[in-house]
């Protein structure tokens, strides 16, 4: 009997002891919840807001291939202590010791990218803005003018192929660029942009910078892209707006030269084969500034005029 009973004893002391581990398991996770705040939430969702944009930060850049080159090395950092590797541990001690400063280093471009890219959020923009929604008329008539003498110049260029490269600034300044060129700062109109591109006047090879619907500065030099993956039929000009368009939130009109066909760069990518029409669309609906307040308004009254309408018909 006692050897048949000792295993059904070790089993239910086995069970008590599991028991009691999941009983504490349980206070523990109670204790934990009656402490948890309104403020512990708030405090997990932005560290993991930070984390994933970190992570989609580096995705998208090289920036993926630094982080695993220094997870390797802790790797060897972890394995030289286990070891006793006393001359390889105090090597990697000694580097990590300014691995912030190597970080800052390593990781400029991309942590420029980001701070710029938090700017040109809408949080950064209500900030910049002061939470003002107020569209000045005066600005938006300003900006409507250079898009159409834009676009009317980049379709006189497409049927002569003239080479053109122009920027609108936005959100992101680009006084850099601008040092690079000659300061115009003045009204744009279809003759005088059509000079600036004129293939033996001075300022034709440089890109034109347009700052608040203001011909601002032309003859700049822009950045190259440094995307290798981008087709080999695409020339400077097109690099040169693509190196601009991943360095800021610019908009960039390309003219080709060789086949006059019309592109647009935005955000590293470039999309072609634009008509009057479609350019003209498509920069009013990047460049426009739209009024939030109005935008809500004018359908509420509309709708209400129309039924006013409505029942005039009815009586």
């Not at 802790?74 to 990697?92: D, R, T």
């Not at 693509?242 to 060789?258: F, K, Q, R, T, Y």
């Not at 990047?286 to 359908?299: A, G, H, Q, T």
């Amino acid at each position: 009997m006692c050897l048949h009973g000792e295993p059904v004893l070790l089993s239910r002391q086995g069970a008590k002891k599991l028991w009691e581990s999941i009983v504490a398991v349980y206070n523990q996770f109670i204790a934990l919840m009656v402490t948890f705040k309104a403020t512990d939430v708030l405090d997990i969702l932005i560290v993991s807001f930070i984390i994933y944009n970190l992570i989609k930060i580096m995705r998208e850049t090289r920036a993926e291939q630094l982080v695993k080159g220094i997870m390797i090395l802790l790797v060897c950092y972890a394995l030289s202590g286990l070891l006793s590797l006393k001359m390889l541990n105090s090597l990697f001690t000694s580097f990590f010791q300014f691995s912030v400063l190597a970080v800052l280093i390593v990781f400029q471009p991309e942590l420029r990218s980001a701070l710029e890219h938090i700017g040109r959020s809408r949080i950064g923009k209500y900030w910049m803005g002061l939470g003002n929604n107020n569209v000045e008329e005066e600005k938006v008539h300003q900006v409507r003018k250079a898009i159409n003498c834009v676009v009317e110049v980049a379709n006189n260029f497409q049927k002569s192929k003239t080479g053109a490269l122009i920027v609108f600034e936005r959100q992101t300044k680009l006084g850099d660029i601008i040092d690079t060129g000659t300061m115009i700062d003045a009204e744009p109109s279809v003759p005088m942009i059509g000079n600036i591109f004129f293939n033996k006047a001075p300022l034709h090879d440089g890109a034109m910078v347009i700052r608040d619907g203001k011909v601002f500065a032309a003859g700049c030099i822009l950045p190259l892209t440094k995307n290798n993956s981008i087709s080999a039929d695409l020339g400077t000009r097109h690099r040169a707006a693509l190196g601009i368009s991943e360095n800021s939130d610019a908009i960039i009109v390309i003219v080709s030269e060789e086949t006059g066909t019309i592109s647009i760069a935005k955000n590293g990518i470039i999309t072609r084969n634009y008509t009057r029409e479609t350019l003209s669309m498509a920069l009013e609906e990047e460049l426009v500034p739209k009024d939030p307040e109005k935008s809500d308004r004018i359908p509420i009254i509309t709708g209400m005029m129309k039924g006013k309408k409505n029942e005039r018909n009815k009586n």
